[in-house]
């Protein structure tokens, strides 16, 4: 009897304790949680700086490098792009690619080149190839050099293709923008102008070696030659859009400062 009476004591004060057990536990698991979601917060901001630091410090090596690659364009590159195009000025090739519509440059392949050629001089497919023919050995006489050399008393003359070397050094030069190494936007201000000029006279080296996708040469050269070419001719009809709305401007203010109707 004694022990019934101890335990229903005890159970009666665990009855009436309960309550205030109940909510010191509530508080002390809410601070836990406060505290919880307080570290995730912080956790969470340290991770938000740390991107920016590191978008910064990427966006800072990019541009370094972009900067570093305009040096090596213009001292390295452009050039002998200039003597390229000093070498074929006159000749007979530079008269064939200057007289098809560069607007239509776009792929750089064969298949592209012949519907060009194919456009330009309304010939039938036999007459296409004769011409692309004529266009190589064209270029073949401007842009190749041969070098004499002695080999047992004798003058042997080697043919060196100059132009192919220079190819790929503006391919790997292009490689750093289409990689996203280095930012072409903070570049194509300086130097898109005689970039887009010069590929333009490449476009038959580029477009000859290029018989199928599978073995596409020269990609890198005709990824920043599209991206360029596209933003150039957007920003080349935004110009023109905007002097076109300038003049309409202009033309509806009489002498006085005030509008007057069109006379049209």
Same mark, same amino acid.
């Given at each position: 009897?004694?022990?019934?009476?101890?335990?229903?004591?005890?159970?009666?004060?665990?009855?009436?304790?309960?309550?205030?057990?109940?909510?010191?536990?509530?508080?002390?698991?809410?601070?836990?949680?406060?505290?919880?979601? =307080?570290?995730? $917060?912080?956790?969470?901001?340290?991770?938000?700086?740390?991107?920016?630091?590191?978008?910064?410090?990427?966006?800072? =090596?990019?541009?370094? !490098?972009?900067?570093?690659?305009?040096?090596?364009?213009? +001292?390295?590159?452009?050039?002998?792009?200039?003597?390229?195009?000093?070498?074929?000025?006159?000749?007979?090739?530079?008269?064939?690619? !200057?007289?098809?519509?560069?607007?239509?440059?776009?792929?750089?392949?064969?298949?592209?080149?012949?519907?060009?050629?194919?456009?330009?001089?309304?010939?039938?497919?036999?007459?296409?190839?004769?011409?692309?023919?004529?266009?190589?050995?064209?270029?073949?006489? !401007? *842009?190749?050099?041969?070098?004499?050399?002695? $080999?047992?008393?004798?003058?042997?003359?080697?043919?060196?293709?100059?132009? @192919?070397?220079?190819?790929?050094?503006?391919?790997?030069?292009?490689?750093?923008? !289409?990689?996203?190494?280095?930012?072409?936007?903070?570049?194509?201000?300086?130097?898109?102008?005689?970039?887009?000029?010069?590929?333009?006279?490449?476009?038959?080296?580029?477009?000859?070696?290029?018989?199928?996708? $599978?073995?596409?040469?020269?990609?890198?050269?005709?990824? *920043?030659?599209?991206?360029?070419?596209?933003?150039?001719? @957007?920003?080349?009809? +935004?110009?023109?859009?905007?002097?076109?709305?300038?003049?309409?401007?202009?033309?509806?203010?009489?002498?006085?400062?005030?509008?007057?109707?069109?006379?049209?």
């Amino acid at each position: 009897m004694h022990f019934v009476n101890h335990s229903w004591n005890v159970l009666e004060f665990l009855y009436y304790l309960s309550p205030p057990v109940l909510v010191v536990i509530a508080i002390i698991g809410l601070k836990s949680i406060k505290h919880t979601k =307080d570290q995730i $917060k912080l956790v969470s901001e340290e991770l938000g700086l740390a991107k920016k630091q590191l978008i910064y410090q990427v966006e800072k =090596d990019s541009a370094k !490098t972009s900067i570093e690659l305009t040096k090596y364009y213009i +001292e390295e590159i452009l050039p002998q792009l200039s003597k390229n195009t000093s070498l074929i000025k006159g000749s007979d090739y530079f008269r064939e690619v !200057t007289e098809l519509d560069y607007n239509l440059f776009y792929d750089f392949n064969q298949g592209e080149l012949f519907q060009i050629i194919q456009a330009k001089y309304k010939c039938q497919p036999m007459e296409v190839f004769k011409k692309i023919e004529h266009i190589k050995r064209c270029m073949n006489e !401007t *842009l190749n050099e041969t070098i004499y050399i002695e $080999k047992d008393g004798e003058k042997i003359g080697i043919i060196e293709m100059p132009y @192919k070397i220079l190819l790929n050094k503006i391919e790997y030069f292009c490689m750093n923008f !289409t990689t996203s190494v280095a930012d072409e936007e903070t570049v194509y201000r300086a130097i898109h102008q005689t970039f887009l000029a010069h590929m333009r006279h490449l476009y038959f080296p580029i477009a000859l070696e290029n018989t199928h996708p $599978k073995d596409k040469l020269y990609n890198n050269i005709i990824e *920043l030659y599209q991206k360029w070419k596209t933003r150039d001719r @957007k920003l080349e009809e +935004e110009y023109s859009q905007a002097v076109e709305e300038q003049h309409k401007a202009v033309n509806s203010i009489g002498h006085n400062g005030k509008k007057v109707s069109s006379p049209i």
